[in-house]
C-alpha cells in the first residue's frame, strides 16, 4: 500500500489546490475533514478534475494523475490527532488555522505517530510554534516544514539564492507580492482568528504590534510602516508596507542578517488608514470587541473575481558590509496554485527520503530549486522580463 498523505481542513481551497499538485505528482491524498458532505464533494471535484491528463494546468509534474482520493471524518483538532496517532500516515499537510493554535497538538501526534508535518503557517506567532519543536523533531527523526505556501517561500528562495556563498548581510527586506483569483465564499473563522488573534506570546513587543529584526532580535514595528513603491520586472507599479509575517523569520534565518523587514502588498498603505490601525488594534486589546471582530469577520462574503495581474512576485534587496547590494524577483504564476504546489513538491520529496530531521522552511529545508519545481522562475539584479 501506498503511504498516507494527509491534508487536513481537506474541503477548503488551499487543500484542493494542494490535492490537485499531488495528484499531478501521482500521489494520492487522503482528505480529512468535519463535514462528511463536503468530503465527498471535495473528493468528487478533484477525481474529475484529474481525469484530464493536466490536473495543474502547467505541464506533468510527476507520474501523472492518481487514484481518488480517499477522506477521514474528524470533527476537532483533538480528533484529528488521535485519527494520525491511530493511522500513522507517512505525511501531514495542515492547512488548519489558525496555525498557532492547530499547529502544537497536530505535530505531537505527528512526531508520536512517525509522521512528517507540513504546514501553510505565514505568521510570526505560529512558525515560532513549528520552529520550537526542532529539538523533538530530531529526537523523533521526523521533518516538521513551515511556511509551506507563496509568501514565506517566495520571498526565502530569492534570499537563499542571492546569499548562496555570500557572508551574513547587513540588512535585508522582503515584499510579497501575491496575485490571487477570489473564490466565492465567506471568509471563515480559521482565517478570521488569524486576522484578529495577533502575536500572541511573540517576543520582541506586544501582542498587536508589528515586528521586524533589529541587532538580530525581533523588536516592535509599526503594522503597514516604512511603505514603499516597488516597479515590478513588468512595469506593474505597487506598494508594500512591513506585516509581522512567518517571511520575516524565514529571511532572517536564511540570510543571518541583524536588520530585517517583511512588507506585503496586501498590507494598507493608504496613510488615513495607517493613522487608524493604533486605534483599531488598542480596541482588540479588548477580548469581548475581539471576539465580535472574529465572528463578523468569518461571515463576510466574497464574490469570485479574477486575480488583478498575470504574475504573483516575491521580492528581496539585501545590503552587505563591503557597499554590496543585491536584489531579486521569484516570478510565479496564481498565487494560490504556487501555495497549492509548494506543499505537494515537498510532500514529495519528504516521501523520497530527501528531507532531515528537524524544523525547517521550505528552501532552507530543499533549496532555491524547491521554487522552480514549483512553477517559479528567478529574476537576479534585473528589473525587465
Not at 507517512?90 to 499547529?103: E, H, L, M
Not at 490571487?180 to 478570521?192: H, P, S
Amino acid at each position: 500500500m501506498d503511504p498516507e498523505v494527509w491534508i487536513l481542513g481537506g474541503t477548503g481551497r488551499s487543500a484542493r489546490a494542494t490535492a490537485v499538485e499531488l495528484l499531478a505528482r501521482g500521489i494520492t491524498p487522503t482528505l480529512v475533514g468535519r463535514d462528511p458532505d463536503r468530503l465527498t464533494w471535495a473528493a468528487d471535484r478533484l477525481a474529475a478534475e484529474s481525469a484530464s491528463p493536466d490536473p495543474a494546468g502547467r505541464g506533468p509534474a510527476g507520474s501523472g494523475p492518481a487514484g481518488r482520493c480517499r477522506t477521514v471524518l474528524a470533527g476537532t483538532p483533538a480528533a484529528t490527532a488521535a485519527a494520525i496517532r491511530e493511522r500513522r500516515p507517512a505525511v501531514v499537510i495542515n492547512t488548519i488555522g489558525p496555525f498557532a493554535d492547530t499547529a502544537a497538538p497536530l505535530i505531537a501526534a505527528c512526531l508520536a505517530a512517525g509522521s512528517h508535518y507540513v504546514d501553510l503557517a505565514n505568521d510570526v506567532a505560529a512558525v515560532a510554534v513549528v520552529l520550537g519543536r526542532a529539538d523533538a523533531a530530531v529526537a523523533a527523526g521526523r521533518t516538521l516544514v513551515t511556511g509551506a505556501g507563496f509568501g514565506v517561500t517566495a520571498t526565502e528562495s530569492v534570499v537563499v539564492k542571492l546569499c548562496a556563498d555570500r557572508p551574513a548581510p547587513l540588512d535585508v527586506r522582503v515584499d510579497m507580492i501575491p496575485s490571487l483569483a477570489t473564490e466565492a465564499g465567506r471568509l471563515g473563522d480559521a482565517l478570521a482568528g488569524t486576522l484578529v488573534e495577533g502575536l500572541p506570546g511573540v517576543e520582541g513587543g506586544g501582542r498587536f504590534q508589528g515586528r521586524r529584526y533589529r541587532a538580530g532580535r525581533l523588536a516592535p514595528a509599526p503594522l503597514a510602516g516604512e511603505p514603499l513603491e516597488l516597479t515590478l520586472p513588468d512595469g506593474t507599479r505597487v506598494t508594500t508596507a512591513s506585516m509581522p509575517l512567518g517571511e520575516l523569520v524565514a529571511a532572517q534565518r536564511a540570510s543571518g542578517a541583524p536588520a530585517v523587514l517583511a512588507a506585503s502588498a496586501e498590507a494598507p498603505s493608504a496613510p488615513l488608514i495607517r493613522a487608524m490601525l493604533p486605534l483599531v488594534t488598542g480596541l482588540l486589546r479588548i477580548s469581548a470587541v475581539r471576539a465580535f471582530a472574529r465572528r463578523r469577520l468569518a461571515a463576510v462574503e466574497f464574490k469570485a473575481k479574477p486575480r488583478p495581474r498575470e504574475h504573483s512576485w516575491g521580492h528581496a534587496r539585501i545590503r552587505w558590509s563591503d557597499g554590496t547590494v543585491r536584489e531579486g524577483w521569484l516570478r510565479v504564476g496564481e498565487a494560490q496554485a504556487f501555495t497549492g504546489a509548494v506543499p505537494a513538491e515537498v510532500t514529495r520529496r519528504l516521501l523520497a527520503g530527501e528531507g532531515r530531521p528537524g524544523a525547517h522552511f521550505p528552501a532552507a529545508l530543499f533549496g532555491p530549486s524547491l521554487a522552480e519545481s514549483c512553477g517559479g522562475t528567478y529574476l537576479l539584479d534585473a528589473h525587465a522580463v
